[in-house]
């Protein structure tokens, strides 16, 4: 079909909704990164922002089933490049330009607006003229090509393969160029991708986009998005996608991303069940599930394993600056734990002392001016707090007046512009809760604070692999970690001597990983290393296990 998804009839069946959809692949296919859909109420007449060398565009798009855009879709795109500081500014639209468009947009041009416009045939040139595959930004490292190898002979072997790799690793990476392989042996395979939350999907979508030819087809399926058909590739949350699997439609290979959701029973292991004559693998970089269901007896024992202190120490994740600061502790009760059993919960109510955010953003100045071309994400414990903490810091200090914060609270538009506006430096700090634990991908972040955050496993690996991605400036990311549980010492010192076995077997190899692990009060730290060693399995620990510590100490 000539103009592939953007010929004249794919885009009047994809609708209102499909236009934007169908640039957004066209633009990374045309080599602009950090594409964004904002489209929504309040807008400003924008429906999609994305960065080329550094400029920021903003497109407007307008489509109709058979009429002509009106002046009205230049007015739009005109205030929204204003609002959003855009350096160029293009109405993108399935039919043509109406007469009123047409000198609208000619008058605004006699004064130095530039307004551009690609309408149904220009669409068509671009997609015929445009790079069968995105343009690569890099090259697939050496253990992620060693990745996909192992993983596309376990399903050839088994039909099951699991991949766990530490956030920062590329594990969608890999999973794209497994797809990518199969559909190459087989170009009529059917492919479904699958993870647990719609903006996760969305992601898996557009990464995908970036291994695929320009001619395979895929498909959204999510609470709000329905494909008119299954052809290609399939990306959807577990709900949606298993409607569609229950009506008849069969893959021939199955990928869950975020693979630690997979457990004994629910949604995701009905759907393993009813494809199970489909490959299947899945992708994590935290295995690790509150109820102890090993994921290995669904997929096998992972084809390839990496972990943080591995990446780091083979250079292929950012060396880290991590302090814990522990000026908090409750030296009274440290005597008294060699005395009695306290639950963790009694433990932590009783040793931490409370912290004023006032005085953490002292310490967070000094690492701040400290950082080479600063880019911050602050941890906080709820969405309040993270209200609260951007405050603070916007009023803290000048070079922080633009600090935000971003939650599940906030409306998705109102995320993404967010978002937009970090990628470029525009907003240097952001506060949050949860949201980038898993599928963000900021690689310029080189500072993260965590103020009285979760002591989840599977989330603190989550949390600060968002600050591990290499990128060319970056030396190394700085961490502080202001405790208020246990058992976040016992995952960061469990990190440290992981690092230290890590570095010291490939300093043998002349590869050293130059990361570090401190407390700003060593012999706090030493202490509680001592503590830690004799409180078994502590850093899984719930609330209410009972600790009784050395009288030694």
């Known amino acids: 079909m000539t103009g592939g998804f953007l010929s004249f009839q794919a885009l009047l069946d994809g609708g209102p909704r499909g236009l934007p959809h169908a640039l957004e692949r066209t633009l990374w296919h045309l080599g602009f990164v950090d594409v964004r859909i904002v489209d929504g109420a309040g807008d400003g007449g924008a429906d999609l922002l994305a960065v080329r060398d550094r400029e920021q565009w903003v497109f407007q798009c307008k489509w109709s089933a058979n009429r002509p855009v009106d002046r009205q879709g230049i007015d739009d795109l005109e205030r929204a490049r204003t609002r959003y500081g855009a350096d160029k500014a293009v109405l993108v639209t399935n039919t043509g330009l109406a007469k009123a468009a047409q000198e609208r947009r000619a ?87 699958v993870a647990h939350m719609k903006e996760l999907v969305q992601q898996l979508e557009r990464a995908l986009w970036r291994h695929l030819d320009k001619s395979v087809s895929t498909q959204l399926v999510t609470g709000e998005t329905k494909a008119p058909v299954h052809d290609g590739v399939l990306v959807g949350t577990v ?143 709820t969405i309040e707090h993270a209200e609260r903490v951007a405050t603070l810091l916007s009023l803290s200090d000048s070079t922080w007046r633009r600090a935000s914060f971003l939650h599940s609270g906030l409306p998705r538009q109102r995320r993404q512009i967010l978002l937009n506006e970090f990628r470029l430096g525009r907003i240097p700090i952001i506060t949050c809760v949860d949201v980038f634990n898993e599928g963000v991908d900021v690689p310029d972040v080189n500072l993260i604070a965590f103020l009285r955050v979760t002591h989840s496993r599977r989330i603190f690996v989550q949390q600060l692999g968002r600050g591990l991605r290499l990128s060319p400036e970056k030396k190394a990311l700085k961490v502080l970690d202001f405790v208020t549980d246990i058992r976040r010492v016992a995952a960061t010192l469990d990190l440290k001597r992981s690092l230290e076995a890590a570095e010291a077997e490939h300093l043998r190899l002349r590869l050293p990983s130059g990361s570090r692990v401190e407390f700003n009060d060593e012999t706090a730290g030493t202490l509680l290393d001592h503590w830690i060693q004799d409180a078994a399995s502590l850093e899984t620990a719930a609330d209410e296990v009972r600790l009784q510590f050395p009288s030694a100490l």
């Not at 993983?151 to 999973?175: E, M, N, P, Y």
């Not at 069969?250 to 069940?273: K, Q």
């Not at 509150?290 to 990496?306: V, W």
């Open 239 to 381: 709900e949606s996608v298993l409607g569609v699997v229950r009506a008849g439609w069969r893959p021939s290979l199955v990928m869950i991303d975020e693979t630690h959701h997979v457990g004994d029973n629910g949604r995701f292991a009905d759907l393993l069940d009813l494809c199970c004559d489909a490959h299947q693998f899945g992708v994590t970089a935290t295995p690790w599930r509150g109820d102890k269901f090993d994921i290995t007896s669904r997929f096998g024992r992972p084809s390839l394993r990496m972990g943080i202190a591995e990446g780091m120490a083979q250079g292929h994740l950012s060396a880290v600056d991590y302090r814990l600061f522990v000026d908090n502790l409750d030296w009274d009760m440290v005597r008294k734990a060699s005395e009695y059993g306290y639950s963790i919960k009694e433990l932590n109510r009783a040793l931490f002392l409370p912290q004023r955010d006032e005085e953490i953003v002292e310490q967070f100045r000094q690492a701040w001016h400290a950082t080479p071309d600063p880019r911050a994400i602050v941890f906080c414990q």
């Open 107 to 193: 008058a605004l041009e006699a004064i130095g607006i530039k307004i551009s416009a690609w309408d149904g045939p220009t669409l068509v040139a671009i997609f015929e003229r445009m790079p069968e595959r995105v343009p690569a930004r890099y090259q697939l490292r050496d253990y992620q090509l060693a990745a996909a190898d192992a993983i596309s002979a376990d399903l050839k072997s088994h039909g099951r393969a699991l991949l766990v790799l530490a956030t920062g690793l590329g594990k969608t990476v890999i999973g794209g160029e497994v797809i990518r392989r199969y559909l190459t042996v087989d170009p009529t395979a059917q492919v479904l991708v």
